[in-house]
Every structure is written in structure tokens, then in C-alpha cells.
């Protein structure tokens, strides 16, 4: 017997246009949370939402923000609507959240992994993204992750750097690390994929996101059904 939400997709799925649902279908089967992002402190709007539009180009579904200090802010200029098709997870309650997050994601089963300059950092290349389900810490533009991540991280990499500038906008480091561990993810036998639960619960959020006033038309679903 279908499941609720998939009758409840199957409904919605009618009042977006069939160019789209096609792409909805399409795209969900690329979708991962076997590696998930996580921004801590982020303050240039303009690197914080390149890195939606990078997370959501590759196929991560899930991105951490984590607020300390500062509040992350989207430029809608360059995240083009991509923000919507994410599900984005804020840690902002306590003066310090970087703990929290750090709690919640192990509670989940990822390993931590903090990108850094460390000496004992593993370079980008060597690192296997397929081990066990990962999430890859990205720090503020100036001053990199806190001491906190850095010092309860499972594993440290790094991307190379050939040239004489020390470090990689943060927007750009991101880019680099998610496309390479993305391309050698989907080429390993690890169950990257999305369950079929989770498909659902994404289409659904999807659709949500795509269709005004969707609350009044899932009220109306849930009265007939």
C-alpha cells in the first residue's frame, strides 16, 4: 500500500508544471546525505551563498550552519533560488554552538572532519569519502574553524597549495573539496543514495517549496484522505 506522503506527493506533483516534476524525479536520485556540509560562522554573504549554489549543484542535500558570532546571511544574487531545494540546518540558540552541531552530527553517525592547514591534515586526494558518512567542516574567511572543531575532528585534510598564497576563498576551497570526495563518492560501492523514505520527505519539501499556498492544499489532502 502507498505510504501517505507518496499519495500526498502524488497530489501535489499535479499543481507544478510537468517540465518540473520531471526534474524533481530526475534529481532526487543524485541527491546525498552521505557527505554533509557544515559552515561554521560565516559571515560574507556573497561566500555563503556560493556555497549553497556549489552544494546544490553537486547533490548535497543537507548543509549545518552553525551562528556563533555572526548570523548567516544569503545573497540572493548569487545563490539563484538554490537555497530552496536545500535542507538547511541552523544551530544558533547558545552563545557557542559549534558544540552542539558537533553532538547532533555524531548522534547521526558522521565522522567530523575539519578542512585545515594542520601538519597531520591528509591531502584531499588521499582522503576517502567512502568510508563512513562524513561531514566537512568549512571556518570563517579569516581566521578558519575554531578550536573546538579543530581539536574534536576524526580526521584533518587539506587541498595542496602550489602557488604563494597560503589559503583558498572559503567559496572556492568548498567548491574544490565537495566536487572531488562527490565524483569518487558516487564511484565507490557506498550506499550514498537517499533511502526511498528519504526521497519522499525531500520530493515532499520540494514540492512545498514550489507551490503557493501549499498548507491550504495538503489541508484539503488530509480531509479527503
Known amino acids: 500500500m502507498p505510504s501517505l506522503n507518496s499519495e500526498l506527493i502524488k497530489y501535489l506533483s499535479g499543481f507544478v508544471t510537468p517540465r518540473r516534476w520531471k526534474n524533481m524525479e530526475k534529481t532526487i536520485h543524485y541527491r546525498t546525505r552521505y557527505i554533509t556540509v557544515v559552515l561554521e560562522d560565516i559571515f560574507q554573504p ?8 556549489t552544494c546544490e549543484c553537486l547533490g548535497i542535500q543537507e548543509v549545518h550552519i552553525i551562528e556563533n558570532k555572526n548570523q548567516y546571511n544569503i545573497n540572493p544574487d548569487v545563490v539563484m533560488g538554490s537555497d530552496k531545494w536545500l535542507t538547511l540546518i541552523k544551530y544558533n540558540n547558545e552563545v557557542f554552538n559549534t558544540p552542539i552541531a558537533i553532538k547532533e552530527l555524531r548522534k547521526k553517525g558522521y565522522r567530523i572532519i575539519a578542512t585545515s592547514f594542520s601538519k597531520k591534515a591528509t591531502p584531499l586526494e588521499v582522503f576517502n569519502p567512502s568510508d563512513n558518512p562524513c561531514a566537512i567542516f568549512f571556518g570563517t574567511e579569516l581566521t578558519g574553524l575554531t578550536a573546538e572543531v579543530l581539536d574534536q575532528a576524526d580526521e584533518h585534510i587539506n587541498i595542496p597549495i602550489y602557488g604563494f598564497t597560503d589559503s583558498y576563498n572559503i567559496s572556492v576551497s568548498a567548491a574544490i573539496v565537495l566536487y572531488d570526495l562527490l565524483k569518487r563518492l558516487r564511484q565507490s560501492k557506498a550506499p550514498w543514495q537517499l533511502s526511498e523514505t528519504e526521497m519522499e520527505e525531500v520530493l515532499l519539501q520540494w514540492l512545498k ?14 480531509r479527503n484522505h
Do not use: G, Q, T
Not at 556573497?46 to 549553497?52: D, E, K, P
Open 209 to 222: 517549496n514550489s507551490i503557493k499556498r501549499s498548507d491550504l492544499l495538503i489541508e484539503e489532502f488530509l
Open 46 to 53: 556573497h561566500n555563503a551563498s556560493a556555497v549553497l549554489r
